[in-house]
């Protein structure tokens, strides 16, 4: 892959690649329905395929948050077709990487050194490169180190980035105006903290240490003395990436041992920690032949309040869909039903919602799960699909929902994907409130 001499930085630039994406993706509309007036039966799937590539390429290029946000819908399958998070799914792993002179310019700007004078051995060529940052091998008194490397001018861009991103959101998503603009808002508060590097070493260090007891999970050590704003680095790990794990055909024990480590990761970070690593797309784990999960990119952490933790899992417990006056006590609470509703629409969402958290609760509804159960994740992706296409959502001028949904749901939806492609059965632990009664009665 080609490496980058240099990212446009300045409002004006940045504005004009936005701009050429949105005409890019006006012009291959008026392709597609010029084609369709000849060939009605036409889908739109090369429109997708078409829209996708333009709209990555010009987003791979200006890195950071635009780069970002495609990552987040590449995981978000509920929000694009399939054609965008195939394409954008590659900004986990591929971005093109910065060329050697701006990485050794950054490392003078925070270190007054270049990389030569601080390590025994650095290498110029990124071994990765992503959204805001790219990863370097690295030795230093003889262990090997990964150094991320974030991306000139990316901090600093964000905010601009996001605006201006707004319209090219519009013309993709199936998202009215008040939930875009909520979803933006929510995006921008962790963007801004995953630029700032200082603050993942703190929270890297303090959820490793928290997470060290349980089985089967191991995280790189992280060195202070070799970090800044906009420069970290921890211990090189080694493991394998999903798709290349799984290339290997692994028994299902040990998709079963690396599946019950992650869930319980996320159990005990959900429910003991309060705050978790809210970025769970598969670039961010690595698996070894012997069972055991590595986490890496502790950049992206989501801490939840109290009280939406207390309200949203109590709807994940189904007893409480045995509560209607609960039900809907806790949808107000959640703005999953707003003032401005109908007495019709209330009955509707409040149908909705609840179809929507059998759905997602439903490995909360039993001590065991197979995640590689057949339509499981896909009756998830159908139920989504359908949901975006609900004229009663598009024509609401309301957000619906908590914005701290966002991530903690991105957070489940990535996590069950993993599982699912692990094809992994696991016991889901989770605290005893959260445990049916029925749960509670077979145990007894």
Request: negative net charge; charged residues 25%.
């Amino acid at each position: 892959m080609n490496s980058q001499e240099s990212i446009p930085t300045s409002k004006v630039a940045r504005a004009t690649q936005f701009a050429k994406a949105g005409v890019k993706v006006g012009g291959n509309y008026i392709k597609h329905y010029s084609k369709k007036i000849f060939d009605p039966s036409l889908t739109k799937e090369q429109l997708h395929q078409d829209n996708a590539a333009d709209v990555y390429d010009t987003l791979s290029n200006l890195k950071g948050s635009a780069l970002k946000v495609a990552q987040m819908m590449s995981m978000d399958k509920n929000l694009l077709p399939r054609a965008y998070t195939d394409k954008f799914a590659m900004s986990q792993y591929s971005a093109p990487p910065l060329s050697a002179p701006l990485v050794i310019k950054t490392f003078k700007k925070y270190f007054d050194k270049s990389p030569s004078e601080i390590f025994d051995k650095f290498d110029l060529k990124a071994e990765n490169a992503a959204s805001i940052g790219q990863v370097h091998k690295a030795e230093k008194n003889g262990r090997k180190l990964a150094v991320k490397i974030q991306y000139p001018g990316i901090a600093d861009s964000i905010s601009s980035d996001l605006k201006m991103a707004r319209p090219l959101a519009v013309q993709l998503l199936n998202l009215n105006d008040a939930e875009i603009d909520r979803y933006f808002k929510e995006v921008e508060e962790k963007l801004l903290e995953e630029s700032n590097y200082e603050l993942e070493l703190q929270r890297s260090v303090e959820i490793t240490n928290a997470c060290s007891h349980i089985p089967d999970l191991f995280f790189p050590k992280y060195y202070s003395e070799y970090s800044s704003k906009r420069i970290l680095t921890m211990d090189w790990i080694e493991g394998m990436h999903l798709k290349e794990f799984l290339d290997t055909n692994p028994s299902q024990e040990v998709r079963n041992r690396i599946g019950q480590a992650l869930w319980d990761f996320y159990d005990y970070q959900m429910h003991t920690l309060r705050q978790v690593h809210a970025d769970p797309h598969p670039g961010n784990f690595l698996m070894t032949p012997d069972g055991r999960l590595g986490v890496i990119d502790f950049g992206c952490v989501k801490v939840i309040p109290d009280d939406y933790y207390d309200n949203y899992f109590a709807l994940i417990n189904p007893d409480t869909l045995e509560d209607e006056a609960e039900i809907q006590r806790i949808f107000w609470t959640l703005e999953f039903i707003v003032e401005e509703d109908s007495p019709q629409k209330r009955v509707f969402f409040s149908d909705l919602f609840k179809q929507m958290i059998e759905l997602l609760g439903r490995p909360f509804n039993a001590n065991t799960f197979d995640f590689g159960q057949a339509g499981y994740v896909d009756e998830i992706y159908a139920f989504f699909d359908y949901v975006a296409k609900l004229p009663e959502l598009k024509d609401s001028k309301a957000a619906r929902g908590s914005q701290h949904g966002l991530y903690v749901n991105r957070t489940y939806f990535g996590l069950y994907t993993i599982l699912n492609d692990l094809k992994a059965e696991i016991k889901t632990t989770k605290p005893d409130w959260l445990t049916p009664k029925h749960l509670k009665r077979e145990l007894v």
